[in-house]
């Protein structure tokens, strides 16, 4: 897989932007994939607040990728609790109550 710097990638959509053209051509002649500089297109718009889709902005998404992570975390984090609650006997060491499996 070819990697892009980010200058090529900002002139790749600055093009796009400033011509009549749809998407598809413009890859053609820079010899790239068609479906990365859409994409790449999206996320600029929805970066400047131009998007008709709903689009996240790069810091949505990175807010987004962060609380899964730490939503990740935190399930781990009560699974280690749930098992140091049974502890060494199977069972859970406050009287009335059952873990849930």
Known sequence: MKRYT???KRDAIALVDSSDKTVTPVP???GTSSESLRSRCRRARADRGESEFG???SAEREMVRRLRKEDREQRRTIENVKRAILGSTGRCNIPGRRLAA
């Open 6 to 8: 980010e200058e090529y």
């Open 55 to 57: 689009e996240l902005t």
């Open 28 to 30: 053609r002649e820079l």
